[in-house]
């Protein structure tokens, strides 16, 4: 197993939601708290960052470069992991210098990162030329996509993957489906991974965050690319297919990061039902997901179901009133 660079606070919490349990009668609801790994505001992203801080550090690199959306959670943390371990982040951010700082760009900021706005589309030679100008500057630059979707950030959900099997095991508490929000694929291809490696008996429910374009392979490509890499790094007999990746569609219409009234009315439910806050863009979409397919009686009635909350918190922030 690799090494990795101690960034949170694991294992995460897990712990029952009775009043949403309360709620959906037939069904007892669980979660799982990567909202609260610690790394400034915390989320999925420390789990990843664990692994990648050590490889960058491991192959000597002083600076790391990553890429993301405005209000990306992997910029935020990746800029605050860089600062405990010492290295410089330079991230890559689509669009335009908003001028007012909001919400995980304001955090960014404020971690210290250099950003670089790169217009609509972040480009691969976006990424060669600011290696190249960090190399000429003396720099020695770690690269990790967007997301972090590697192998090597998905070991940290490898890892989840046997955190929660041992949690379980010390609770008693058998799961049958696990919800989960999945964008760059790196969390879902760690959790099937793990899940086989560690024997994890639970059905996982990825839940598809951002519509692939028409002409685009989709998520479960790339998920089980990182699968395949994964499956020989760790020696694993089973073997994996497009369909064992499925993602739960149809709450991703309105495309990326677009509030629609499903994640308002996840948000409410959850914040007045048990006092914890999702976020509008990932986790809020899947918990809506998971509560329509609870209420539309698509589980099976006296499951134990649980919902890993990958954190986002800083993004209310930006949607704001919005939210209301
Ligand atoms: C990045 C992120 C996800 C998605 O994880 P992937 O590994 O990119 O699929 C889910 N929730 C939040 C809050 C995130 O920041």
């Known amino acids: 197993m690799k090494n990795k660079y101690s960034l949170g606070f694991f294992p995460t919490p897990v712990h029952a939601l009775k009043n949403l349990s309360r709620e959906f009668r037939d069904h007892q609801i669980y979660i799982k708290r990567d909202d609260q790994t610690g790394l400034a505001s915390g989320g999925n992203k420390t789990r990843k960052l664990e692994y990648l801080i050590r490889e960058a550090m491991d192959q000597g690199c002083d600076t790391v470069i990553t890429a993301g959306a405005q209000q990306s959670n992997h910029c935020r943390q990746t800029a605050a992991a860089c600062n405990v371990a010492g290295l410089e982040c330079h991230l890559l951010v689509r669009g335009s210098d908003p001028g007012e700082y909001t919400g995980n760009l304001l955090l960014s900021t404020l971690l210290g990162a250099h950003i670089h706005y ?6 691969p030679e976006d990424v060669e030329n600011l290696c190249a100008q960090l190399r000429e500057a003396g720099c020695r630059p ?10 090597t950030g998905a070991m940290g959900f490898v890892e989840a993957a046997r955190e929660l099997k041992e949690q379980l095991q010390a609770m008693d508490l058998p799961i049958d489906q696990v919800y989960f929000a999945s964008c760059s694929g790196g969390t879902q291809a760690g959790l099937v991974l793990g899940k086989a490696l560690y024997g994890l008996e639970t059905e996982l429910v990825p839940v598809s965050i951002e ?8 998520l479960e490509a790339s998920v089980l690319e990182i699968v395949n890499q994964g499956r020989e790094a760790l020696d694993l007999k089973q073997s994996f ?8 569609g149809g709450y991703d219409d309105a495309g990326y990061g677009v ?3 499903n994640e308002k009315d996840a948000i409410q439910m959850l914040a007045r039902a048990e006092g914890i806050l999702l976020d509008p863009v990932y986790s809020a979409r899947a918990f809506f ?3 329509d397919q609870l209420s539309k009686g698509l589980v099976k009635t006296g499951s134990n179901i649980l919902f890993w909350h990958t954190g986002g918190l800083p993004a209310n922030f930006h949607y704001g009133n919005a939210l209301l």
Do not use: C, H, R, V
């Open 118 to 123: 790169t217009g609509d589309d972040i480009l």
């Open 211 to 218: 519509k692939p374009e028409m002409e685009e392979a989709g």
């Open 259 to 261: 509030l629609t009234q």
């Open 289 to 291: 997901a998971m509560t």
């Open 142 to 151: 770690y690269y990790t996509p967007i997301g972090g979707s590697t192998l």
């Open 241 to 248: 297919s497009l369909q064992d990746l499925k993602l739960l």
